[in-house]
Nanobody, 128 residues
Framework: QVQLVESGGGLVQAGGSLRLSCAAS????????MGWFRQAPGKEREFVSA????????RYADSVKGRFTISRDKAGNTVYLQMITLKPEDTAVYYC?????????????????????WGQGTQVTVSS
């Protein structure tokens, strides 16, 4: 089981930026999809972004396209979520997640149920 640890959350004003990090255990993540999800108070957990580890293919929720960028550092076993032009509606606990697919060209699933490993979450609060 992959262990994931998020960091980088905090309080920022609307229009500001944050960079979230997710440190992952293991020596290789070939065949994995790494994702970011978020959950705001009173709302269901929602998909934010995902990236295939090997090829670096990416997918984004419509609500964050053009503002968020997911990336990974293979050497450092780290996944990042660069967030710019933050809005109050981005306020949530952000979780990184990992899904093993066994494929080098995996589907970038938006369903949280398909991700087996989760970090503890990091709070992002955007003030207006």
């Amino acid at each position: 089981q992959v262990q994931l640890v998020e960091s980088g959350g905090g309080l920022v004003q609307a229009g500001g930026s944050l960079r979230l990090s997710c440190a992952a255990s293991g020596r290789t993540f070939s065949g994995y999809v790494m994702g970011w999800f978020r959950q705001a108070p009173g709302k269901e957990r929602e998909f934010v972004s995902a990236i295939s580890w090997t090829a670096g293919s990416t997918r984004y929720a419509d609500s964050v396209k053009g503002r968020f960028t997911i990336s990974r550092d293979k050497a450092g076993n780290t996944v990042y979520l660069q967030m710019i032009t933050l809005k109050p509606e981005d306020t949530a606990v952000y979780y990184c997640a990992a899904r093993y697919t066994g494929s080098l060209l995996p589907q970038l699933s938006t369903s949280s149920e398909l991700y087996a490993s989760w970090g503890q979450g990091t709070q992002v609060t955007v003030s207006s």
